[in-house]
């Protein structure tokens, strides 16, 4: 199912958001299911085509988009300030930014942010994180095979624990965003 389906899900996994997604296909790389080259190539298109689509929607909505979802609002702000004081850095490395992440490329769009630039630096900043997370994962699955001679008993119990922590922290980045949205005055 995994060589069948695991680019499909990373694709999938990185145009929403992805780091978990990648780390693990990363692993499953080193253990063979996935080559390395096509998650780095995958794991770019999803993230890329995502933050564009982001980018395209910010700019159509604005800002008033943003003002109608209150638990956004930290992290929008965020996102802007970080925009005004730091353009290019921001625009290369919001995906290692936890937090604000996924607001930003939302944020940029609707802040009248030059889209070739923006595509640019989107698809220079997307390159370097698929080839950072995904060797990361790589390079976590090549360890992991040292301390474990043996792995194959283990695999299946690694995979699951990788992808449980997955969840886990997405759970949690959910559960805090509810929070945040209930909190939140109602306009």
Known sequence: MITQYGYWALLVGTFLEGEAVLVLAGFLANRGYLELYWVIVVAFTGTFLGDQFFFYLGRIKGQDF???????QVRAERARWLLQRHQIPLVLGFRFLYGIRSVTPFVIGSSGF????????DGIGGLI??????VLGYVFGKSVSVVIEEIQDYEIWIFTAIAGLGLL???????RSERLRRRAPKS
């Open 169 to 175: 922290a997405w759970l949690v980045h959910h559960w």
């Open 129 to 134: 994180w698929a080839h950072v997370v995904g």
């Open 66 to 72: 943003i003002a109608r979802r209150p638990h956004w």
């Open 114 to 121: 030059s889209p070739l630039r923006f595509a640019i630096l």
